[in-house]
C-alpha cells in the first residue's frame, strides 16, 4: 500500500495531510503526484470525488515559494462553485507553507479581488472569464507563474469557454508546467492538450472505486400525505453526521426545509431562487460542517462533494436513473460508508423499477438499523452537453434558441435540468447545450422538439423566465 510519504512530498505537506486527515493517497493523487513533481505535464481523466484537487495542489505547494510575492501558480475552473471549493481545499493544504490562495470568479465585486491580489496571492484559484478580466486590468500578472492547472476542462468546453482558455494560456510563460484535468476526453480537449502541453504523462482513474460502491442503498415506500414524518423518522434512527435531503422543485425544497426547521432541526435549504451570495453561504456552512442538513435540489447541489455527508435522502424519487446514481454518489466518497434511502409514493413504484434495473440491483426496504451490502454501481462519466455527432440511422436533433444566458448566470446543468423536468425526457435526449452571454442552445429529438419546446417556454431558470423557440434550418 502506497503512504503519501511514498509520493516523494515533504514533511511540511504531509504535516498538512495529517491536519485534513487523509490517510492514504486516492488512486488519482498515487498516478498524478509523482510526475507532478518530476515537473512533467499531466493530463488526469478524472472526476470530483476523485480526490483530484489534492492531486495537483500537493506537487504546486510543494514548489510554491512562500517569500516571493508573485502568482506563481494559476488554476482555472469553469464555473464558481468550484473555484470557491477548489480554493479551500487548496488553502487547507497549503496553510502548513504558508502560501496563500486568492480566489477570483465572477458574480462578486472585482475591486475586493484587486486589492486580495495586490495584498498577495501565491496561487490563483479563478473562473475563466474573471481571469480574463483582471488580465486585461492588469490586477493579475502572470510572468513568474510556473504551474497552470485546468480542472474540468470538458465542463469549460461544453460552457464554450476554450477560446479564452487558450487565451490565458498563450500569456503564461512557455516554460510553466500544464495540468488538465478532464472527466471525458472529447477531441477538442485532446487538441488543446496536444498544442499546450508538453509531452504528458496521462493518467486515469475510474470513478467506480471511488464513488457510490461503498452507498447502503434503501428504498422507503411512503404515502405523500406521510413523507415528512416518515423524514423526522429516518433522521432520528439513522442519525446522521451529515445528510443532504434532495427535493424535486424549488418550492419543495422550501417547504420541506421550512417543516424541518420547525421542527427543531438544525437545517438549510439550497436552491436555484436564493441569491448567489446566499446560496455561498449555506454552501460554506455545510461543508464547514456547522449544517448537519442540507435540504436541496439537484441543480443547486450539483458539484457540491462533500467527503463528510453520510447520508443523502432522496425524499423525492429522482427524475431519472442517471440522477439517482449522481444524487447518492455525494455520499461514501473516497473509501468511506454512506447510506442512500429513497421514498417512494405508491405511484412512483415503476420509478423505482427503472432505478433498480439501471444500477443492477434490487433496492431493499428500509427499517431501523437495516444493513445491506453496497452494490458496485458505476457513475458514468458526466455527460450534461456532450457533443455527438448525429450518425447516419440515429435519431435526427433540431436546435432549441433559448433567451437567457451566462449573464443571468444560466448554466449548462440548469438548462439540461430544466428540459429533463418540464418536458419529461431523459438526460440523454439533450444534447450539443452551449450556454452564450444571453442566449443558449440546446438540441433535442427532432421528432419532439416542438413539444418539447412549448413544454420549456416561460419555465424559471435560476430566477430567469427562459423563452424557447425552434431554430430556422
Ligand atoms: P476532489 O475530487 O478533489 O473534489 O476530492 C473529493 C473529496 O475527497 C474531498 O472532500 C477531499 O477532501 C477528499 N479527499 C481527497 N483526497 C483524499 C484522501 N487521500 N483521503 C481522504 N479523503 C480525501
Known sequence: MTAFADLGLTSCTLEALRDVGYEKPSPIQEQAIPPMLEGKDVIGQAQTGSGKTAAFALPIIEYVDPTEPEVQALVLTPTRELCIQVTQAVRAYAQRKGADVVAVFGGAPIRTQQAQLKAGGHIVVGTVGRVLDLISRRSLVLHSCRFVVLDEADEMLDLGFLE??????????????????SATMPPPIRKLADNYLYDPVLVKVRSATLTVDSVEQFQLEVRTADKADKLVEVLAAEKPD??????????????????????????????????????????????????????????????????????????????????????????????????????????????????????????????????????????????????????????????????????????????????????????????????LERFAFVSVPAGDASRIAAAVDGEDVRGTTIRVELARA
Not at 479564452?164 to 484535468?181: C, G, H, W, Y
Not at 448554466?411 to 429533463?420: I, Q
Open 242 to 435: 451529515q445528510a443532504i435531503v434532495f427535493a424535486r422543485t424549488k418550492i419543495r425544497t422550501d417547504q420541506l426545509y421550512k417543516k424541518m426547521r420547525d421542527r427543531g432541526f438544525n437545517c438549510k435549504a439550497l436552491h436555484g431562487d436564493m441569491s448567489q451570495g446566499s446560496r455561498d453561504g449555506v454552501m460554506l456552512g455545510f461543508k464547514g460542517g456547522r449544517v448537519p442538513i442540507l435540504v436541496a435540489t439537484d441543480v443547486a447541489a450539483r458539484g457540491l462533494d462533500i467527503s463528510t455527508v453520510t447520508h443523502v435522502v432522496n425524499f423525492d424519487v429522482p427524475v431519472s436513473p442517471d440522477v439517482y446514481v449522481h444524487r447518492i454518489g455525494r455520499t461514501g466518497r473516497v473509501g468511506r460508508a454512506g447510506r442512500a434511502i429513497t421514498f417512494v409514493e405508491p405511484r412512483q413504484k415503476g420509478e423505482l423499477e427503472a432505478i433498480e434495473r439501471h444500477v443492477g440491483v434490487p433496492i431493499s426496504q428500509w427499517e431501523p438499523g437495516a444493513h445491506v451490502t453496497p452494490a458496485k454501481v458505476t457513475e458514468r462519466p458526466r455527460r450534461h452537453a456532450k457533443p455527438q455527432l448525429t450518425r447516419n440511422g440515429s435519431e435526427k436533433h433540431t436546435k432549441l434558441i433559448i433567451t437567457g444566458g451566462r449573464a443571468a448566470g444560466i448554466e449548462v446543468a440548469d438548462l439540461v435540468g430544466a428540459v429533463t423536468r418540464a418536458a419529461g425526457v431523459d438526460g440523454e435526449a439533450v444534447r450539443d447545450v452551449k450556454v
Open 164 to 181: 479564452d482558455v487558450e487565451k490565458i494560456l498563450n500569456m503564461t510563460p512557455n516554460s510553466r508546467q500544464t495540468a488538465l484535468f
